[in-house]
DNA sequence: CTGGATTTGTACGTATGTATT
DNA sequence: CAATACATACGTACAAATCCA
């Protein structure tokens, strides 16, 4: 689950804190590895996971951004971001 | 150099397209290329990419962002973007 | 065939926080 | 303390592609 821990207008930032962009990513890369979103299937629109997390759309791409150009998804216009069918090669 | 071609309202779009982030992040490879910003070479800022590009510094980052990500620069907050001392490794 | 709805892709803008000089 | 610069988050607008009634 994605936490947003309400940054602006907080005390303190905590140490280990991570960006909402990279948990986007570590969810989306959690559900590829779990086989829960296996290779081929389609996320949710950047919108609807966006409603999800409570965050905005422009953060979730943010995140499917960095998935898209790593190779982990593949986006097609007007159709929708899908998990690549073949895992990005490792570095 | 970057050229915008003045996307909104032009009657056509033409078939070589290159988004304005992706020329950015060409220019910036082809500079590091080409040896005339070596490792550890401090980019211009942001801003005054977005100035020289005639384009937003948010289009900028952009393209910075992915290249920060794929490992060919490294950002330090206050400091600046650097060219990576390492090249990241070859896909 | 036409038009609307949906969804990704791109571009721009604003605000705030953090780190360094 | 002030200026500079990156990092994050949010928001808007429009274009392009696809699907479907």
Redesign the interface.
């Known amino acids: 689950m994605i936490k947003s821990m309400g940054l602006a207008g907080s005390i303190a930032m905590p140490a280990d804190f991570t960006p909402l962009y990279r948990q986007v990513m570590e969810e989306i890369r959690a559900k590829i590895s779990s086989g829960e979103w296996p290779p081929g299937h389609r996320l949710p629109s950047t919108r609807d996971l966006a409603v999800q997390y409570d965050i905005s759309p422009g953060t979730v791409r943010e995140g499917v951004?960095?998935l898209l150009?790593?190779g982990d998804l593949r986006g097609h216009q007007g159709l929708g971001v899908f998990v690549a069918e073949r895992p990005p090669?490792p570095?």
């Open positions: 951004n960095r150009e790593a090669p570095v």
